[in-house]
């Protein structure tokens, strides 16, 4: 199947955009700056960014695009099939991924069932467990 140039220009893009919206960089501060346990999620002043589009969502954007040429019984994806695709896309991304806190698109709320900023406080209440454990602040008899 031929992909139009129109069409192509339009999912990239759409694609870009769509990771654009998504990104955010968070400075993380952690719970202990003393931890020196090697893992990278808890050093000071991380960056943490994710993003609301993968891979695979521009790879199924392309397949929807096809998809739709198909259904006119076309050989070539033109720039209306790939503003569909893009739009059914976005649609699926804001019914099944949206965070309800934020409003924003969160893909690991696909993925993981959970949202990034949630996996970030499990992550960070479990460092500070850690820490306190190996430094004695806290003993395997309190946690009971």
Do not use: C
Not at 41 to 48: C, D
Not at 55 to 71: K, T, Y
Not at 83 to 111: C, M, P, W, Y
Request: charged fraction near 25%; glycine fraction near 8%; aromatic fraction near 4%.
């Amino acid at each position: 199947m031929e992909i139009q140039e129109e069409a192509i220009v339009t999912m990239q893009a759409s694609y870009v955009a769509m990771r654009e919206k998504g990104r955010e960089t968070n400075q993380r501060r952690a719970p202990n700056p003393g931890f020196r346990g090697g893992r990278q999620n808890s050093f000071e002043g991380l960056q943490q960014t994710h993003f609301s589009a993968t891979v695979g969502q521009l790879e199924s954007m392309i397949r929807l695009a096809e998809g739709g040429a198909r259904l006119w019984l076309s050989d070539r994806v033109t720039r209306e099939d790939a503003e569909e695709a893009s739009r059914l896309i976005n649609s699926a991304l804001k019914t099944t991924a949206t965070n309800r806190h934020t409003g924003q698109i969160d893909v690991d709320l696909l993925f993981s069932g959970t949202t990034a900023e949630r996996r970030r406080e499990i992550t960070d209440m479990s460092s500070m467990v850690l820490n306190a454990l190996r430094d004695g602040t806290l003993s395997h008899t309190e946690l009971s």
